[in-house]
C-alpha cells in the first residue's frame, strides 16, 4: 500500500508544524522539504478544515497547530486522506466484482488493512517528532 503525495504532504506539514513553537508559513515549509507552495496550499486548507491546524493571515500570520500533537492521531490523519477501501469489493454499494462470492482475498484484505490501520492508530503526531530542530532545517541537515 502507498500513501497519495497528498497524504505525504499532508503528514510532512504537521510534523513541521508540531516540530516549533512559532507560527510558520508555507513558504518556509515548502523552502524546507522542496514542496511547491501550490500543493502546501491546498494541503494547509484541507489541514485547517479538519482542525489539525490554525492558520492566522496578515503580517505576523502563519500556521499552527490546531490541536495538540499528542492529540492528533496518525490513523485518522490518513483517513481523512485516503480512500478506506483497498479494493472495489470492500464497498458493498458500488461493488460490482464478478467473484466476490467465491473469492477469499476480500477478507485476507480486511484483515490485513485493518492491522495496518491499528498500527497507525497507536500513534499520535507526539510520537513522530523525535528530533524538531532536523525537522526543521531538513535542507540543511541533508548538506
Avoid at 28 to 39: L, Q, W
Avoid at 45 to 72: D, V
Wanted: positive net charge.
Amino acid at each position: 500500500m502507498r500513501l497519495t503525495s497528498y497524504t505525504d504532504y499532508a503528514l510532512r506539514v504537521l510534523l513541521f508544524v508540531a516540530a516549533t513553537d512559532e507560527a510558520v508559513t508555507i513558504s518556509v515549509i515548502s523552502s524546507a522539504y522542496g514542496i511547491s507552495k501550490e500543493h502546501l496550499r491546498k494541503v494547509v486548507h484541507a489541514l485547517s478544515q479538519h482542525g489539525y491546524l490554525h492558520t492566522t493571515q496578515g503580517r505576523n500570520g502563519g500556521i499552527k497547530l490546531g490541536i495538540p500533537a499528542e492529540k492528533i492521531n496518525i490513523r485518522d490523519v490518513i483517513l481523512h486522506f485516503e480512500h478506506a477501501d483497498l479494493v472495489e469489493c470492500f464497498d458493498v454499494e458500488t461493488n460490482t466484482c464478478p467473484i466476490l462470492g467465491m473469492c477469499g482475498l476480500k477478507g485476507v484484505l480486511q484483515k490485513a488493512q485493518k492491522s495496518f490501520l491499528d498500527v497507525l492508530g497507536q500513534y499520535h503526531l507526539s510520537d513522530l517528532v523525535k528530533n524538531p530542530r532536523l525537522l526543521i532545517f531538513v535542507k540543511n541537515a541533508a548538506a
